[in-house]
C-alpha cells in the first residue's frame, strides 16, 4: 500500500495492521469483545499484573529460555546458529507464555469460566494447565476427528480437570471447535474468558497474544548482546501456523530493517498439491475467525481444509500482522514440505541432541535454502520439543 506504512507495523485504534485486521464478529459477541478492547493495555500495563505475569514466567513457566549456540549446525552452515530455546518453556512450547498472561488478564475482568478451541491439543493443553493453577474451570472444544487423533493430549487435559467437548460439526476439526467455542461465548458473555491460542481472531486478539509472546525477542535481544556484543541478529527464523511463535520472536525487531524476519509455512506435501497450508503463497483476502486476513479459500469464498504433517502448522490462515508483514515486504515468507521438515527434526536432532517439534523443524529446513554472508548472525526460534511428534517420527526410523 503506501510507503508511510512501512516503517509501522504496531496494531492501529481500528485493531488494523495495513488491510488486514479489524473485528468482523456476530452482533451477540459485540460487548464481550468491546470490553477487551477497551481493557486490555490498561490491565496488562499495570505494574501490579506485571510483576505477578514476571513471576509466573520466570517460577513457573521457566524463564528466560536459553539461548543456545548450535555449534555443529553453525559448521555446516557457515555462520552463528542460534537456538532460542521455547522447548523447554512447561509443557514443552511457547503457548503457555500466551496462556499464563490471559488467565491473569481474565481474572482482573472477574471471569470465572474459561473456554478455548484446540486442533492437536497443545493450545487446549497449555489453556488446562494455566486453569489448574488459577482454580477456574475449563472447556475445550476440540473436533471429534481431532479427539481421536490426538488421545495423549486429550488425557492431559482431562487430568488436568478440563472438560474436553468434541464438536460435530461440519469436518469436526479445528475449525468446527471454534464455531463451538465462539457459540459458548455468546451464550456466557459475563462470567466466561475465552483464550485464543495464537495471533488471530477479531481485534484486539492478534496485538494480545503478539504482546504475550513479545517476550521471545526481548529475551532474545539481551541475550544476543550478552553473547556477541550486538543485540541483532542478521535473521530471526520461525515457523507459522496462525503466527504466535513468530510474532513473539519477531515482535522487538519489527523495526530494525537489518533483520531478515523469515516466517516458515508448511507446504505440505507441495504448495501445488493441493494438500499444504502455505497460506502466503496461495490464499486471498479474506475473513476468518473474526478478522480480515491471507487465507487459503475456493473461488465463492470456501475455506479450504489445509494439509501439513504438523498439526500445529494446519491451518488455512495466518494472523494479520503476518498478512502485513508479507504484503508490505518486510519478513520473507518461505516453506518448507513434509518431507523436508522430517529430514531437518533428524538432522538437528542428531547434531545438537535436540528432537524439536514438527513445526520447529520446517523453520531448521530454511537454513539449507538461505545463502548467508560471512558476519552474518542466525537465531532460530525452537517452538517446542518434539516428544509429542514421536509417532510420526517413529515412521522414519
Ligand atoms: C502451536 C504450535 C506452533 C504453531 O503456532 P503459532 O501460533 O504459529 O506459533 C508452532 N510450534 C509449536 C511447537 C506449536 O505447539
Not at 486478539?205 to 544476543?224: C, G, N, T
Request: charge should be negative; hydrophobic fraction near 40%.
Amino acid at each position: 500500500m503506501t510507503t508511510t506504512q512501512q516503517n509501522n507495523f504496531a496494531v492501529d485504534g481500528h485493531g488494523y495492521y495495513g488491510d488486514f485486521g479489524g473485528a468482523f464478529i456476530p452482533e451477540m459477541l459485540y460487548p464481550n469483545v468491546k470490553q477487551l478492547q477497551d481493557q486490555y493495555l490498561k490491565i496488562t500495563q499495570e505494574p501490579a499484573f506485571q510483576q505477578e505475569l514476571q513471576q509466573l514466567l520466570r517460577d513457573y513457566v521457566g524463564r528466560p529460555t536459553p539461548l543456545f549456540l548450535a555449534e555443529r549446525l553453525s559448521v555446516k552452515h557457515g555462520v552463528p546458529v542460534y537456538l532460542k530455546r521455547e522447548d523447554l518453556c512447561h509443557t514443552g512450547a511457547h503457548k503457555i507464555n500466551n496462556t499464563v498472561g490471559q488467565i491473569l488478564l481474565a481474572q482482573r475482568l472477574g471471569k470465572k469460566r474459561i473456554i478455548a478451541e484446540t486442533g492437536a491439543g497443545q493450545h487446549g493443553v497449555a489453556t488446562a494447565t494455566v486453569c489448574a493453577l488459577k482454580g477456574l474451570e475449563c472447556i475445550v472444544y476440540m473436533g471429534e476427528k481431532d479427539i481421536e487423533r490426538q488421545a495423549p493430549n486429550v488425557a492431559r487435559m482431562q487430568m488436568l480437570g478440563a472438560t474436553v467437548v468434541p464438536a460435530v460439526s461440519g469436518s469436526k476439526t479445528l475449525k468446527d471447535a471454534t464455531n463451538e467455542a465462539i457459540r459458548d461465548w455468546i451464550n456466557n458473555p459475563v462470567d466466561t474468558h475465552y483464550i485464543i491460542g495464537s495471533v488471530v481472531g477479531p481485534h484486539p486478539y492478534p496485538d494480545m497474544v503478539a504482546r504475550f509472546q513479545s517476550i521471545i525477542s526481548e529475551e532474545i535481544k539481551k541475550q544476543l548482546l550478552e553473547k556477541t556484543g550486538s543485540e541483532l541478529p542478521s535473521h530471526v527464523i520461525a515457523c507459522v501456523g496462525g503466527g504466535s511463535n513468530a510474532a513473539g520472536a519477531f515482535y522487538h525487531f519489527l523495526d530494525d530493517l537489518s533483520v531478515q524476519l523469515v516466517a516458515v509455512e508448511a507446504a505440505g506435501c507441495g504448495i501445488d498439491s493441493g494438500m499444504s497450508a502455505a497460506t502466503t503463497q496461495l490464499g486471498k483476502p479474506g475473513i476468518l475467525h473474526g478478522s480480515k486476513s491471507l487465507l487459503m479459500q475456493t473461488d465463492d469464498g470456501q475455506v479450504v481444509e489445509p494439509h501439513s504433517i504438523s498439526a500445529g502448522l494446519d491451518y488455512p490462515g495466518i494472523g494479520p500482522l503476518h498478512a502485513h508483514l508479507f504484503k508490505t515486504g518486510r519478513a520473507t515468507f518461505m516453506s518448507a514440505t513434509d518431507e523436508q521438515a522430517i529430514k531437518a527434526a533428524f538432522e538437528v536432532t542428531r547434531t545438537e541432541g535436540i528432537i524439536p517439534a514438527l513445526e520447529t523443524a520446517h523453520a531448521f529446513h530454511i537454513l539449507n535454502e538461505l545463502q548467508f554472508r560471512k558476519d552474518d548472525v542466525v537465531v532460530i526460534c525452537l517452538s517446542g520439543r518434539g516428544d509429542k511428534d514421536l509417532s510420526t517420527y517413529m515412521k522414519y526410523l
